[in-house]
């Protein structure tokens, strides 16, 4: 049921590194599908703004 992983040795994700793992995933598909409701020509882009919370996201899990 649901999105659990069947590798029994996989330390079960956090919340911070799902997070980080679904916005990595968007940011693959930002350029094949673009956000039709993301207003364009405004600093920062849709990728920009992701890639930014990655970053925010992964200096929490570091801190950890």
Avoid at 1 to 21: A, D, H, K, V
């Amino acid at each position: 049921m649901g999105n659990q992983s069947t590798i029994p040795n996989e330390e079960p994700l956090t919340l911070t590194q799902e997070l980080i793992l679904r916005y990595k995933q968007r940011l693959k598909m930002v350029w094949k599908e673009p956000n039709p409701y993301y207003v364009k020509g405004i600093f920062p882009t849709e990728y920009q703004e992701i890639k930014q919370w990655v970053e925010k996201l992964e200096k929490i899990v570091n801190k950890s």
